[in-house]
């Protein structure tokens, strides 16, 4: 039988069990409100608000809710004195099993700041008082002085960050250098991540340039190079419009902090203002509510319509200043056409010191890691290293389309091999069950990059171009596309119309008229009549062209099915690489 002191201990043993699981649920909820649910620690508030000389007060009753802090055991209750660690147990029980026994509590030593209190010794006793639901609690307090107020009704946080981003400026004086600058955070404790960073900055600088920098220039370049492409980013996308509470700075510590995480999930490295265009896409995305879902879960996949044009150009203009394409996505089956294929890709990310992004997909988790996938992977890596090419490889369990088009978000470019064309039957026409299976075409649909298509064989040299054009939003971002490389690379341009009931020649002057705009004037114009098709190939074959860009579908996948489709033949016939915009 249990006696009447066991059977107190097991009640306030049940008490802290409770009193844990509520710690627990207010840390995760803190969290993902952005907030903190941390004591304040003493030494950082006096230190930062500039406390002067203290006073003895005595004994009194103190409000329990205006205790926000600790001396010492800051760490071990949360802001509502809650206690966040198992091991407290014995100690919390005692005191709460005091307070049942009549024998009261001693009153608690406490440092009083403006008109809040740090507890000095006691700590548990608030946590038992608090939880008992008491108001006040006897304390015995000394008076700190300090120059700024600090109120009940304040936010201590608040007051700590803004001499903390003080601090930070005083540090590195971006405030002088960059004056229009606004750093201010929420997160009290973060500043050290934007020094920290500020530094590997520097250090990057200086092995780059070959001679030490200023900490003037290192922040003056973290701040231009680092830190402001991704608020271009996160303002263009409009993301802070979600996160009403947080600042532009707060949004970049997150993005810093989840970035290693990503890294670890994908298998590459990323950066940060690739993960501020995901998170915006992602977040729009969830705002298209039950509606949206409904559609995208009950659509095949063959039949989904994947991006809207144009959306892919809207990530890379806001966050890419240098070039539009700077990481590939390299989809690899391991068959031996994927060699020569990679070679190809490899001479064309030579130009720019592009990065690689090698997958491969395999159905299931036991033949990730077997000896075949390691071949892939090592074969991968040698033939990048070899040529100087930044490579890095993951592979994922999942359905090919589905993993590709996830992880294409990543990259600027998604390069797939054709290794296995659409086929053709009775009479040349094109099987519809064969391009409704075809893992090319699902892709051409759905993935929210621009594919470059690499025929068996094909080699990339990218010197003679030919662009169709038939006006459409696809075929815009054709020639946006089209016009970039054509400013950055010297080479031939030729832009082919096809005259339909829908196209006219007024198509062909638009093209010209926009190249005219951007100074290109040395480009080939050609007005053709359909068939489509037929007429593109005709004419990269007059004009030797060794490269095709075009849009994408020009119909809803649905009526594709049925009318068929340009892309269909030219990815057929056209020996070529092939860059497909969307």
């Known amino acids: 039988m249990l006696t009447p002191d066991r059977l107190r201990h097991e009640a306030a043993i049940n008490d802290f069990k409770r009193a844990r699981k509520k710690a627990a649920f207010q840390q995760v909820m803190a969290r993902l409100r952005g907030e903190s649910a941390d004591l304040l620690a003493y030494e950082d508030v006096c230190r930062h608000l500039k406390a002067a000389d203290a006073v003895t007060q005595g004994v009194q009753e103190i409000p329990l809710d205006a205790i926000v802090g600790s001396v010492g055991r800051y760490k071990d209750f949360t802001r509502d004195f809650l206690p966040k660690h198992d091991s407290d147990v014995e100690r919390w029980a005692r005191v709460r099993t005091a307070v049942m026994d009549m024998t009261g509590m001693p009153p608690i030593d406490v440092y009083k700041v403006g008109e809040v209190y740090f507890v000095i010794d006691g700590n548990h006793r608030v946590s038992v008082a608090r939880e008992l639901g008491a108001k006040t609690i006897t304390a015995r307090v000394t008076e700190v002085k300090i120059r700024v107020p600090l109120l009940p009704d304040d936010d201590p946080d608040e007051i700590i960050c803004k001499a903390r981003y003080a601090e930070f400026l005083e540090q590195t004086n971006l405030n002088e250098l960059r004056p229009d600058a606004d750093l201010y955070m929420t997160f009290c404790g973060h500043y050290r991540v934007l020094l920290a960073q500020i530094e590997v900055h520097k250090q990057q600088c200086e092995a780059a340039i070959g001679h030490s920098l200023s900490y003037a220039e290192a922040v003056s370049r973290w701040y231009d190079e680092v830190y402001l492409p991704v608020m271009r980013m996160v303002r263009a996308q409009g993301i802070l419009h979600y996160f009403p509470e947080r600042t532009e700075a707060d949004f970049y510590v997150l993005l810093s902090e989840q970035r290693e995480h990503l890294e670890e999930s994908l298998g590459w490295e990323i950066d940060l ?276 860009i075009m849009g994408g579908f020009g119909f809803r996948p649905v009526k594709h099915l049925v009318l068929g489709s340009t892309v269909d033949d030219i990815l057929r016939h056209f020996p070529h690489p092939m860059l497909i915009c969307r």
Request: net charge negative.
């Open 273 to 548: 203002d690739e993960a501020a265009s995901v998170l915006a896409a992602a977040e729009q995305k969830r705002l298209q509510g039950l509606g949206g879902w409904l559609r995208q879960a009950l659509t095949p996949p063959e039949l989904a319509d994947g991006p809207e044009p144009g959306q892919w150009r809207k990530f890379q203009t806001g966050r890419r200043l240098d070039r539009l394409f700077a990481d590939y996505l390299v989809a690899l089956s391991g068959r031996e056409e994927n060699w020569p294929m990679l070679a190809q890709v490899i001479r064309l990310a030579q130009r720019d010191a592009d990065r690689l992004l090698g997958l491969h997909v395999v159905a299931d988790s036991t033949k990730a890691s077997n000896k075949r996938v390691r071949a892939i992977e090592e074969r991968f890596l040698q033939m990048c290293a070899e040529a100087d090419v930044t490579g890095e490889f993951a592979v994922e369990v999942g359905e090919v389309v589905e993993t590709i088009t996830r992880r294409a978000v990543w990259a600027d470019l998604v390069v797939l091999g054709l290794e296995n064309r659409p086929g053709k039957g009775p009479g040349g026409a094109v099987r519809p069950s064969t391009r409704l299976g075809n893992r090319t075409m699902q892709m051409i649909q759905r993935c929210p990059r621009p594919i470059l298509a690499m025929p068996t064989g094909a080699e990339c040299v990218l010197d003679r171009v030919l662009l169709a054009y038939d006006g459409s939003p696809k075929a815009d971002e054709a020639l946006f596309v089209a016009t970039y490389l054509k400013l950055r690379w010297p080479l031939e341009l030729v832009v082919v119309t096809v005259e339909t009931e829908y196209t006219t020649p007024a198509e062909l002057e638009q093209a010209r008229a926009y190249l005219a705009d951007y100074g290109i004037t040395d480009v080939t114009l050609v007005l053709r009549q359909k068939p489509i098709a037929q007429a593109v190939l005709d004419t990269a074959v007059t004009h030797q062209s060794n490269f095709l």
